[in-house]
């Protein structure tokens, strides 16, 4: 039979110890923060888009280049597509027949597309910008959680008109894909610079 007083001893022990740790466990518990999954992004080259098309430009080698499957696609609109990092760069091309009536309804139209984002969107910045080919473009980031994160316009005024935007094909909260958006902006920047006409 075990004592009365080393039962009692047991028992303080025990609960100081238990309150002990209980306490310390309680002090050193700091939240672990959210953590993002780890994206390896392609190396970067660039080769020229396949012929066939009233413009040419570079796109880096990590991206396929395929039709637009929409089924109100027109001749020239084309998707580059980066398997790796579910993006999409849609391309849209439209003669501008030397008409400005009609210039003026393509960028008409291009704005309000962005615009649609404005319910998400938590800022939209609009940049002109002059491109080391010497063309000009209008460049859109629109940051929250929006579908298209980056677009831009540019157009020769006369002939040509293009335009492209940035989609993502996953449900991953945009700031957990920001090194990818930075990534495929670069490209974009890079499809701008080499742009030409034919």
């Not at 597509?81 to 439209?94: E, F, G, N, S």
């Not at 938590?122 to 677009?151: C, D, H, W, Y």
Request: hydrophobic share 40%.
């Amino acid at each position: 039979m075990i004592p009365r007083r080393f039962c009692a001893s047991f028992l303080a022990l025990a609960t100081l110890a238990f309150a002990a740790c209980t306490s310390s466990e309680q002090a050193s518990y700091v939240p672990k923060p959210k953590g993002y999954p780890r994206i390896d992004l392609p190396a970067v080259s660039y080769v020229p888009i396949p012929a066939g098309h009233p413009y040419q430009f570079e796109v880096n080698s990590a991206a396929r280049v395929l039709p637009d499957t929409f089924k109100n696609a027109e001749p020239h609109w084309i998707y580059i597509y980066y398997p790796t990092l579910k993006a999409t760069v849609q391309i849209t091309y439209k003669p501008v027949l030397n008409d400005v009536n009609r210039l003026r309804g393509l960028l008409a139209d291009a704005y309000k597309l962005t615009a649609k984002h404005n319910v998400k969107a938590s800022m939209i910045e609009q940049q002109q910008v002059r491109l080391k080919n010497g063309l000009a473009a209008s460049l859109i980031t629109l940051e929250g959680e929006v579908p298209s994160q980056f677009q831009f316009v540019t157009t020769d005024s006369t002939r040509n008109f293009l335009r492209g935007a940035l989609y993502f094909n996953t449900a991953t909260a945009n700031d957990s894909l920001a090194p990818v958006i930075n990534y495929v902006r670069a490209d974009m920047m890079q499809l701008l610079n080499t742009l030409r006409w034919k």
